[in-house]
């Protein structure tokens, strides 16, 4: 198998071999790749599996149409559902077993493969069907605007600071918890050199930041909520002076009055 991984598990390899054996013997089906762990060689027992299915482009739409009866013949199926909540419908979440195996499944029209957020391993394809696509532009992974941030940041600490003051408290948790899964997880693996993929293994790659990152997780409780949205407000502030440019505007203004608004609302609880 091309991009075989030395980690793989066994329960790993022979769901793709049989996957490759199956798939590539629809003549609509031209390629077979694997990402995410996959290609950074990181996966382990708990891992799932991201396969890239490249189609003929005249075949895209009856293999959509057909994609839950393919996922059906790769494995021992037991459900899957399709990936609209992350703004990706070709994405097919399935779930095999036992023992229970997690595998994405995303179907593309082989010239697709162009637009990408990282460089697959190509495990098969038909006539350098995948490979010469990806030569032919560099992948680009998303990565967080620090001045869009900048530009809302201090004014979403104001609206968490209203919830608290209301004891709104699971309210403000989810927003904490937005800001550390949108702003601070991203800029963190950033600064120490991963893709800003959330809070993606970042116990692992920000272990010196981990401390006061575990202060940001708020319990359902005034203080806590209060002490999270601190620590929250201190490392985007270390970030934000990590990160800035030349051309970087910080909002001082709006900053100082929504942190005097905040350290208000917690003098009153």
């Known amino acids: 198998m091309k991009g075989r991984l030395i980690f793989m598990t066994k329960l790993h390899e022979d769901f793709v071999e049989k996957a490759i054996r199956i798939l590539k013997a629809d003549k609509r089906i031209v390629g077979i790749s694997a990402g995410g762990s996959w290609i950074t060689n990181s996966m382990d027992e708990y891992s799932d599996i991201d396969l890239v299915i490249s189609v003929k482009p005249d075949s895209f739409s009856n293999v959509m149409d057909e994609r839950i009866e393919i996922a059906k013949r790769l494995g021992d199926f037991l459900g899957a559902f399709t990936g609209e909540h992350v703004n990706e419908p070709r994405l097919l979440i399935c779930l095999y077993g036992p023992p229970l195996l997690h595998v994405d499944l995303k179907f593309i029209s082989a010239p697709d493969i162009i637009n990408r957020v990282e460089d697959p391993a190509i495990l098969w394809e038909k006539n350098a069907q995948v490979s010469s696509y990806i030569k032919q532009k560099p992948y680009k992974y998303p990565s967080p605007d620090l001045q869009w941030v900048e530009d809302r940041f201090w004014i979403w600490i104001h609206y968490a600071a209203t919830k608290l003051g209301r004891g709104e408290l699971f309210e403000v948790i989810e927003f904490i ?3 550390r899964q949108n702003v ?7 600064k120490n050199g991963y893709r800003p993929s959330g809070v ?5 790659k920000a272990k010196k930041e981990l401390p006061l990152l575990i202060e940001t997780v708020a319990e359902y409780n005034v203080l806590s909520c209060a002490k999270s949205l601190k620590a929250i407000i201190r490392l985007y502030c270390s970030l934000r002076e990590y990160h800035k440019k030349a051309d ?3 909002h001082t203004d709006v900053e ?8 208000e609302v917690i003098d009153r609880l």
């Open 256 to 263: 100082k009055e929504s942190i005097k608004y905040l350290d």
């Open 177 to 179: 918890s937005y800001l």
């Open 200 to 204: 993606r293994r970042i116990e692992k």
């Open 248 to 250: 970087f505007i910080e």
């Open 184 to 190: 601070i997880g991203p800029f963190l693996l950033m």
